[in-house]
């Protein structure tokens, strides 16, 4: 539960510490006291979303911080999960915002983010605003509150799962069918380029030895004359010009006759006769590759003719032959997906089919569970509306079966009937306001018992309520706070009266500025603070005595 709330900077409130109790704790005060602001300080450290203008005039920041004690299960479970623990049984949580949009959070000392506030405070805390009863005119929220006294949403996260890969089936079934002329289109383009490229037959490398090839051939006349002239260098004409191998010959004549008079010019004499051979072979060489090149014309036209239609190909498909290869790959794998679209699509159809009908099967099965709990739901809010000054209240939970949806295949509205012998109509079309806010605390008391959160706060429900309803409306919170600790925002001198702690929320102004205090009531101050609600600015002797009569009944309003 919440045992204490300190707030800082935000709006009107400079400084305030409120230590809360068990049971229903009350807070009162003169519209634009400051009571919205201190369940904005709430909203805020639960890790929701805060304005700006939250941030006290001429401060740079706000901060708030609350402590809680003998938290949930669920709060317990989610602390571990987020790496987080108790600290002597108590839980304090702080979170400092600043007017440039900073957060700074704190779960027990250490640094959190803001989400992990969120997360956490949903189990702490759970806040009633007056706004909640007008969810009762929209019947797309009334499921919701089925759901949670059902504790459904384990049933429901199993179906939104299945459902969720159902759509996705149908999506791309859709997509599938509505791209046939896309596709007809893309495999009629496929069909050309694999058969261009396969008719082609691309050899890798292929263009590297094709150009020199056709380097040859364009220069064959020039080869011929320039292997032509080395072996007349080498070999001579036979007459005039030795040539280079009958020199050499002479040479090693010459050394061989040195080396048989001197012994050590015998390593020099086999170096000479080596590369006279050596020369012989490179003369053999290049006499060969001369007759071996010859003009052909058409060869070389066949080459142009070949490189033409490389670079053609490189230019669509990859600059080399190994890229044109692998883009070939490709989109052969592209046009057989595309070909065996008809085999693809009937598999997703039946896969379509097998899971609507899981989807169906969990639907039925949390319509079922939904029908029950109406049942229940009907019968415990009826009995609640009743104790809240409405005797001839009847609860009735309209449950048709619709396609399926992200909630299963039902749509829930409630309605009522407010007075004897007129049949159930939808919320909108009946109730008041008064009526309403009854409704929406008849509701939240029957959820209250499946409500993980250790703390109910209700801001204003009692809102165009007065009277004997008021003293049932209090009652009824009066029954929650003995289970829940609850935090109630009031106008009513009727349930402020039945709170085990009362506190009083003003304003004052000094210097120019204006400051709200909260401060704790004891008896006496309960009387005052009552009396001034029942009586506004004239307080008669009438007003105390019953102020007096009101608070006779509450212990714990005797004792302070």
Same mark, same amino acid.
């Given at each position: 539960? !919440?045992?204490?709330?300190?707030?800082?900077?935000?709006?009107?409130?400079?400084?305030t510490n409120i230590e809360f109790t068990k049971g229903l704790n009350v807070l009162t005060g003169e519209t634009g006291a400051g009571k919205s602001i201190v369940i904005d300080a709430i909203s805020a450290v639960l890790g929701r979303r805060t304005s700006r203008e939250l941030v006290r005039t001429g401060a740079d920041s706000s901060y708030v911080s609350a402590a809680f004690t003998d938290v949930g299960d669920a709060v317990l479970s989610t602390l571990e999960e987020l790496g987080y623990s108790l600290e002597d049984? &108590?839980?304090?949580?702080?979170?400092?915002?600043?007017?440039?949009?900073?957060?700074?959070?704190? +779960?027990?000392?250490r640094p959190a983010a803001l989400s992990a506030l969120k997360e956490i405070g949903r189990y702490l805390i759970n806040i009633h605003g007056q706004h909640e009863s007008y969810e009762l005119m929209s019947p797309d929220l009334h499921i919701g509150y089925i759901d949670s006294l059902g504790?459904?949403?384990?049933? !429901?996260? +199993?179906?939104?799962?299945?459902?969720?890969?159902?759509?996705?089936?149908?999506?791309?079934?859709?997509?599938?069918?509505?791209?046939?002329?896309?596709?007809?289109?893309?495999?009629?383009?496929?069909?050309?380029?694999?058969?261009?490229?396969?008719?082609?037959?691309?050899?890798?490398?292929?263009?590297?030895?094709?150009?020199?090839?056709?380097?040859?051939?364009?220069?064959?006349?020039?080869?011929?004359?320039?292997?032509?002239?080395?072996?007349?260098?080498?070999?001579?004409?036979?007459?005039?010009?030795?040539?280079?191998?009958?020199?050499?010959?002479?040479?090693?004549?010459?050394?061989?006759?040195?080396?048989?008079?001197?012994?050590?010019?015998?390593?020099?004499?086999?170096?000479?006769?080596?590369?006279?051979?050596?020369?012989?072979?490179?003369?053999?060489?290049?006499?060969?590759?001369?007759?071996?090149?010859?003009?052909?014309?058409?060869?070389?036209?066949?080459?142009?003719?070949?490189?033409?239609?490389?670079?053609? !190909?490189?230019?669509?498909?990859?600059?080399?032959?190994?890229?044109?290869?692998?883009?070939?790959?490709?989109? &052969?794998?592209?046009?057989?997906?595309?070909?065996?679209?008809?085999?693809?699509?009937?598999?997703?159809?039946?896969?379509?089919?097998?899971?609507?009908?899981?989807?169906?099967?969990?639907?039925?099965?949390?319509?079922?569970?939904?029908?029950?709990?109406?049942?229940?739901?009907?019968?415990?809010?009826?009995?609640?509306?009743?104790?809240?000054?409405? #005797?001839?209240?009847?609860?009735?939970?309209?449950?048709?079966?619709?396609?399926?949806?992200?909630?299963?295949?039902?749509?829930?509205?409630?309605?009522?009937?407010?007075?004897?012998?007129? #049949? #159930?109509?939808?919320?909108?079309?009946?109730?008041?306001?008064?009526?309403?806010?009854?409704?929406?605390?008849?509701?939240?008391?029957?959820?209250?018992?499946?409500? #993980?959160?250790?703390?109910?706060?209700?801001?204003? +429900?009692?809102?165009?309520?007065?009277?004997?309803?008021?003293?049932?409306?209090?009652?009824?919170?009066?029954?929650?706070?003995?289970?829940?600790?609850?935090?109630?925002?009031?106008?009513?001198?009727?349930?402020?009266?039945?709170?085990?702690?009362?506190?009083?929320?003003? &304003?004052?102004?000094?210097?120019?500025?204006?400051?709200?205090?909260?401060?704790?009531?004891?008896? &006496?101050?309960?009387?005052?603070? !009552?009396?001034?609600?029942?009586?506004?600015?004239?307080?008669?002797?009438?007003?105390?005595?019953?102020?007096?009569?009101?608070?006779?009944?509450?212990?714990?309003?005797?004792?302070?």
């Amino acid at each position: 539960m !919440l045992t204490e709330l300190y707030i800082e900077n935000i709006a009107v409130i400079e400084k305030t510490n409120i230590e809360f109790t068990k049971g229903l704790n009350v807070l009162t005060g003169e519209t634009g006291a400051g009571k919205s602001i201190v369940i904005d300080a709430i909203s805020a450290v639960l890790g929701r979303r805060t304005s700006r203008e939250l941030v006290r005039t001429g401060a740079d920041s706000s901060y708030v911080s609350a402590a809680f004690t003998d938290v949930g299960d669920a709060v317990l479970s989610t602390l571990e999960e987020l790496g987080y623990s108790l600290e002597d049984g &108590k839980l304090l949580i702080e979170r400092e915002f600043t007017l440039s949009g900073k957060n700074n959070c704190r +779960v027990n000392g250490r640094p959190a983010a803001l989400s992990a506030l969120k997360e956490i405070g949903r189990y702490l805390i759970n806040i009633h605003g007056q706004h909640e009863s007008y969810e009762l005119m929209s019947p797309d929220l009334h499921i919701g509150y089925i759901d949670s006294l059902g504790n459904l949403s384990s049933d !429901l996260e +199993v179906y939104r799962q299945e459902y969720a890969r159902y759509k996705d089936l149908c999506r791309i079934l859709n997509q599938k069918e509505s791209d046939d002329r896309d596709r007809a289109r893309r495999a009629d383009l496929l069909s050309f380029q694999i058969n261009e490229l396969e008719e082609a037959q691309l050899q890798i490398g292929e263009q590297d030895a094709l150009m020199e090839e056709r380097s040859i051939l364009a220069n064959a006349n020039k080869l011929r004359e320039y292997l032509s002239n080395a072996s007349y260098l080498l070999g001579g004409d036979g007459g005039e010009f030795p040539g280079v191998l009958s020199t050499l010959s002479d040479v090693t004549d010459e050394v061989d006759s040195a080396a048989a008079l001197v012994s050590g010019l015998s390593s020099v004499s086999e170096r000479v006769r080596s590369v006279y051979f050596e020369l012989q072979d490179l003369a053999s060489d290049i006499s060969r590759a001369g007759d071996d090149i010859e003009d052909d014309p058409y060869r070389l036209e066949q080459i142009e003719e070949r490189l033409d239609l490389i670079n053609r !190909l490189s230019r669509k498909y990859g600059d080399t032959e190994e890229a044109m290869l692998l883009y070939l790959d490709s989109i &052969k794998k592209e046009y057989d997906a595309i070909c065996r679209f008809e085999e693809d699509r009937d598999k997703l159809i039946i896969e379509q089919q097998k899971s609507f009908a899981r989807c169906n099967t969990l639907a039925c099965a949390i319509s079922e569970k939904r029908r029950l709990v109406s049942e229940d739901f009907c019968r415990q809010v009826t009995e609640q509306m009743r104790k809240l000054d409405m #005797p001839s209240a009847r609860v009735e939970v309209s449950q048709i079966t619709c396609s399926l949806c992200d909630n299963g295949i039902d749509q829930i509205e409630f309605l009522v009937s407010t007075n004897a012998g007129e #049949p #159930p109509k939808p919320v909108a079309k009946v109730a008041s306001g008064g009526e309403l806010s009854r409704m929406m605390l008849a509701i939240k008391t029957v959820l209250s018992h499946s409500d #993980p959160t250790d703390t109910l706060i209700f801001d204003e +429900v009692d809102t165009g309520i007065s009277g004997s309803a008021a003293q049932r409306v209090g009652d009824a919170l009066k029954v929650v706070s003995e289970s829940t600790q609850s935090l109630c925002v009031t106008h009513l001198p009727q349930i402020a009266a039945l709170a085990d702690s009362h506190f009083l929320i003003s &304003k004052q102004e000094k210097d120019g500025r204006t400051y709200t205090n909260v401060k704790p009531l004891n008896y &006496k101050g309960r009387v005052d603070e !009552l009396a001034r609600i029942i009586g506004g600015v004239q307080i008669g002797d009438a007003a105390y005595q019953y102020v007096r009569e009101l608070l006779s009944g509450n212990p714990a309003a005797v004792s302070d």
